[in-house]
T-cell receptor
């Protein structure tokens, strides 16, 4: 069963704007990962943040993790039309390497 | 890192038949994972494939419907048996070579059952 919840389910913005997606989870984790998926194709790994980290950056991506609230956020700055995709968070639980995925956010960036 | 080759990339199958999906990794990994992604939804773990032992299935998935083989540390297959239109999904294999690091995914198999 899905342990993660993401919001919003869908987000539509204009190019150049920032996009923020949120993820919540329920159990203790080793890490939380964000993935992108274009039109039902393979998953592209974006960023991994470990349970002892609070913030991480990669290019235009910024991820935060609050283990006390069991939540994470993904910020995409200066969005581009090419960022249009579905974004999923996934948690690796302390019990093993299996990932549990959130429901996903469909991001549309309008040119 | 790990490179995963998954095939077929897509297939259209008749109901009542079975399809076997193959997943080949370019390095040895202890665990491989099989996920299902139903149309418009997120990924759900089907099972963990362990080399040398039976796969571990998640709640709602059974071996008779989704038999898995794991003959060595670089290869696994997932069979979708006695298919119905409800099995139309994308099936993905995944590996996590080292715990607490990035997971890698195959490109997925898009299955349509008619």
């Amino acid at each position: 069963s899905q342990q993660g919840e993401e919001d919003p389910q869908a987000l539509s913005i204009q190019e150049g704007e920032n996009a923020t997606m949120n993820c919540s989870y329920k159990t203790s984790i080793n890490n939380l990962q964000w993935y992108r998926q274009n039109s039902g194709r393979g998953l592209v790994h974006l960023i991994l943040i470990r349970s002892n980290e609070r913030e991480k950056h990669s290019g235009r991506l910024r991820v935060t993790l609050d283990t006390s609230k069991k939540s994470s956020s993904l910020l995409i700055t200066a969005s581009r039309a090419a960022d249009t995709a579905s974004y999923f968070c996934a948690t690796e639980e302390t019990s093993g390497s299996r990932l549990t995925f959130g429901e996903g956010t469909q991001l549309t960036v309008n040119p | 890192s790990a490179v995963i080759s998954q095939k077929p990339s897509r297939d259209i199958c008749q109901r009542g038949t079975s399809l076997t999906i193959q997943c080949q990794v370019d390095s040895q990994v202890t665990m491989m994972f099989w996920y299902r992604q139903q149309p418009g939804q997120s990924l759900t773990l089907i099972a963990t494939a362990n080399q040398g032992s039976e796969a571990t299935y998640e709640s709602g998935f059974v071996i008779d419907k989704f038999p898995i083989s794991r003959p060595n540390l670089t290869f696994s297959t997932l069979t979708v048996s006695n298919m119905s239109p409800e099995d139309s999904s994308i099936y993905l294999c995944s590996v996590a070579p080292i715990m607490n690091t990035e997971a890698f995914f195959g490109q997925g198999t898009r299955l349509t059952v008619v």
